[in-house]
């Protein structure tokens, strides 16, 4: 069955620290990769997406996320984290163009 | 702002009702989807519908119920409302193009259902 994972339930860091969310996904075939955000009372926004070509995708406010096909991965990462970058993050798989298969979300919380 | 609009933002309603929650999707945009968030069971999608015809479905309940009407906004119809059913309900559209790759999904705000 398709599914995505992301094994980072709840990340907590100081601010200035560097992010890494861990996203897998299973099946082998031709995907399309999402990363969204949900700032807390508002609703889901794009961070960043892969369909194709450079692995090493740069999204908004300073994420990135690098596709690593051998390991059907998609991690999500930040440099320096800031106190508003405390979110909940999903990562997503597009399967076949059919269906979006979200993960069940990380939430971050950065202190200053 | 996604473009894409939703309402009502929230909805109070008892269980065994019935409620419509509407989706306006983003101007040009030819497919819309709905989603499901609640505490349990995460996100999870529950049906495609572009330009008015039904394109995927994914978990959405029989007792769920949804289309896409001409002008292509999209109403989700919940009945026999149970107390599981209380949840964030997420519209989103998109544009596909002539050989049905979907691209970005671009979020509403949500509704925010509970049934009492």
């Known amino acids: 069955a398709q599914s995505v994972s992301q094994h980072n339930h709840h990340v907590i860091l100081s601010e200035a620290a560097s992010l890494e969310l861990g996203c897998n996904y299973s099946y082998g075939g031709t995907v399309n990769l999402f990363w969204y955000v949900q700032y807390p009372g508002q609703h889901l926004q794009l961070l960043l997406k892969?369909?194709?070509?450079?692995?090493l995708v740069k999204g908004i406010k300073g994420f990135e996320a690098e596709f690593i096909k051998s390991k059907f991965s998609f991690n999500l990462r930040k440099p320096s984290v800031q106190w508003s970058d405390t979110a909940e993050y999903f990562c997503?798989?597009?399967?076949?163009?059919?269906?979006?298969?979200f993960g069940t979300g990380t939430r971050l919380q950065v202190f200053p | 702002d996604s473009g894409v609009t939703q309402t009502p933002k929230h909805l109070i309603t008892a269980t065994g009702q019935r409620v419509t929650l509407r989706c306006s999707p983003r101007?040009?945009?030819?497919?819309v989807y709905w989603y499901q968030q609640s505490l349990d069971q995460g996100l999870q999608f529950l049906i495609q519908?572009?330009?008015?015809?039904?394109?995927a479905k994914g978990n959405i309940l029989e007792r769920f119920s949804a289309q896409q009407f001409p002008d292509l906004h999209s109403e989700l119809n919940l009945s026999s409302l149970e107390l599981g059913d209380s949840a964030l309900y997420f519209c989103?559209?998109?544009?596909?193009?002539?050989?049905?790759?979907?691209?970005?999904?671009?979020f509403g705000p949500g509704t925010r259902l509970t049934v009492l």
């Open positions: 519908y572009y330009n008015g015809e039904e394109r």
């Open positions: 892969y369909f194709s070509g450079d692995p």
């Open positions: 101007s040009g945009d030819l497919s």
């Open positions: 989103a559209s998109s544009v596909e193009d002539s050989n049905h790759i979907t691209d970005t999904q671009y």
């Open positions: 997503a798989v597009l399967y076949n163009t059919d269906k979006l298969i």
